[in-house]
């Protein structure tokens, strides 16, 4: 029995949309490589919809699965969609993932919300979906993704 | 595909020989071995002979061999006995932060019943310092434990500098030897150790068997109580047909010794020197000087080592990871942490360990791959040479 489903295999091994788009109109970064995870997500926004992400990131396999699915989540979709997407439904579209994974998908859906953030910076906008979102909370994070238990708790609270 | 065994520090397979001294012994030499009849003393027999096979690879007496259900027993015996008969003595054990688990985490268990414990640092190089273990010695100290070659970083400890203080300060040497049996010299007829744990399925013999050798007039408590098994020492009906491939293991791994360290150290020498050569930013952590012979430890900058680890287990090549990520724990290598790694270089260490049953195909084949891999998942990454981490 592998660690990972068929489906975060393949977007680890196969990423979506991995790169960097030149002249973002947002670009975030949340995590960090001491935590072992770091996701970086550059967004164009045509209208209020994004019309194009990329990501990189430097993480384990579900961390690279996430971010693929991340970005094929948001293209599409209206900033306030995107800003809708949940670290839950990442691990749903990825099929699952190991409990000591989840993580993975919060740090995915807080790059997301980190792209996002710095549009909205750009552009003078504001979105309530970014209501209490700090993106440099990394810190925080870290104590939270690199000890077990802490993460285990803080994922289920999330979820 | 193409199946490639590079974790020969995590186990080994049996060999064949091995295999078929051991199966006799399952169906139809089953007998007791603390059984008066015949079919029982045959048994007897036979445990006899492993103890001297197993003695002989440590050039030790074999009435100082005592059959457990593997290294960790071992580890956990020797510790617990020697705190427990020497509890009027002292109550300090003085060991290092790069031990195994089996040891670590029984002496943070003793420190909790009122042990006192001295977790020595490593040098750049992956060793302890001999003075700064005799400095770290007590009128309360009882017990040395180090082990004799790490099982992360493959580096061998100063054993036999260690022994001469210990006996020198009266105290017991326990040395966890699981990783050093049939990779270096061990001749316990010139080194002060008193306790030795070993482990056959890292020597090509099978799982849940082992032994601990107690040096003659060593006196520790017993650790696992029940009948009269191993001259009252360890209780519990003989693991027979493991001890019998244990007992060929050893017998093995003592005649091919030369012909083995060539192997393994000519294959992981060209694998090292490829690695670092043809894939930049790479490091190998800890020195080649006094190395398990098949041992490679190396840091691929800006990767991280679980993705390299499932991207080589997708072309069929099996690695470790020095973080351990890919296990239930999130927490980075204890060992690499002690050796001084930044936390963010641990994340991308792969552990190499080969054996008699790797061939110069398996090597290139892996060079190959690992290079593809590793470039690949750098242009996934965020962080790079060029933008730093």
């Keep these: 029995m592998a660690i990972y489903n068929e489906k975060v295999m393949d977007h680890f091994m196969n990423p979506r949309n991995m790169g960097e788009i030149e002249n973002a109109d947002g670009k975030g970064t949340y995590g960090s490589p001491v935590c072992g995870d770091m996701m970086q997500i550059t967004i164009k926004v045509e209208n209020d919809v994004i019309v194009d992400a990329k990501f990189k990131t430097f993480g384990c396999g579900s961390a690279i699965a996430s971010s693929s699915i991340a970005t094929v989540l948001m293209v599409g979709k209206t900033i306030d969609e995107a800003l809708a997407i949940t670290n839950k439904q990442i691990v749903e579209e990825l099929g699952g993932l190991p409990n000591v994974k989840i993580h993975c998908s919060v740090l995915a859906d807080n790059a997301i919300k980190a792209a996002i953030y710095d549009y909205a910076q750009k552009s003078g906008k504001t979105y309530a979906g970014l209501e209490g979102f700090d993106p440099n909370a990394e810190e925080d994070h870290h104590d939270v993704a690199c000890d077990e238990e802490a993460c285990g708790g803080s994922c289920e609270k999330i979820k | ?389």
């Design chain 2, 1 to 389: 595909m193409r199946q490639v065994y590079l974790d020969y520090s995590a186990t080994t397979p049996v060999k064949k020989e091995v295999l078929d001294v051991m199966l006799p012994y399952f169906s139809e030499k089953y007998g007791n071995p603390s059984s008066l009849y015949t079919l029982g003393q045959e048994s007897k027999d036979a445990i006899t002979k492993a103890r001297g096979q197993v003695a002989s690879l440590i050039n030790a007496d074999p009435a100082e061999v005592f059959f457990t259900a593997g290294g960790t027993e071992s580890d956990n015996w020797a510790l617990f006995g020697a705190v427990d008969a020497l509890k009027k003595k002292g109550n300090h054990i003085i060991t290092t932060k790069i031990e195994h688990h089996a040891i670590l985490h029984s002496c943070e268990f003793l420190e909790k019943h009122g042990c006192d414990v001295t977790y020595l640092d490593i040098d750049c190089e992956g060793r302890v310092n001999v003075e700064d273990l005799e400095a770290a010695i007590t009128d309360k100290t009882i017990l040395i434990s180090v082990m004799f070659l790490n099982n992360e970083i493959g580096t061998v400890q100063p054993i036999k500098e260690i022994g001469e203080i210990a006996k020198k300060h009266g105290i017991l040497f326990h040395t966890d030897g699981v990783q050093a049996l049939g990779n270096i010299p061990i001749d316990l007829k010139s080194l002060n150790v008193d306790l030795l744990s070993m482990s056959s399925h890292k020597i090509y013999g099978p799982k849940g068997v082992g032994a601990l050798y107690v040096k003659k007039g060593v006196k520790i408590s017993n650790y696992i109580h029940g009948g009269a098994q191993e001259i009252k020492r360890r209780a519990g009906t003989e693991n027979l047909p493991g001890i019998v491939g244990f007992g060929k293991a050893a017998e093995l791994a003592k005649e091919n010794f030369d012909s083995h360290v060539k192997h393994c150290s000519d294959l992981r020498n060209y694998f090292v020197d490829k690695v670092l050569n043809n894939i930049p930013n790479t490091y190998l952590n800890a020195t080649m000087d006094g190395r398990h012979p098949g041992n490679a430890n190396i840091t691929f900058e800006f990767v991280e080592g679980e993705a390299m680890l499932l991207s080589l287990d997708m072309q069929g090549i099996s690695v470790s990871t020095g973080s351990a990520c890919s296990s239930a724990s999130l927490v980075p290598s204890h060992v690499l942490t002690a050796l001084g790694i930044p936390v963010e270089k641990i994340h991308g260490t792969l552990r190499f360990t080969f054996g008699d049953f790797t061939t110069k195909e398996d090597v290139d084949y892996t060079l190959e791959a690992l290079t593809n891999i590793v470039n690949k998942l750098r242009q996934i990454s965020p962080v790079s040479s060029e933008k730093g981490w």
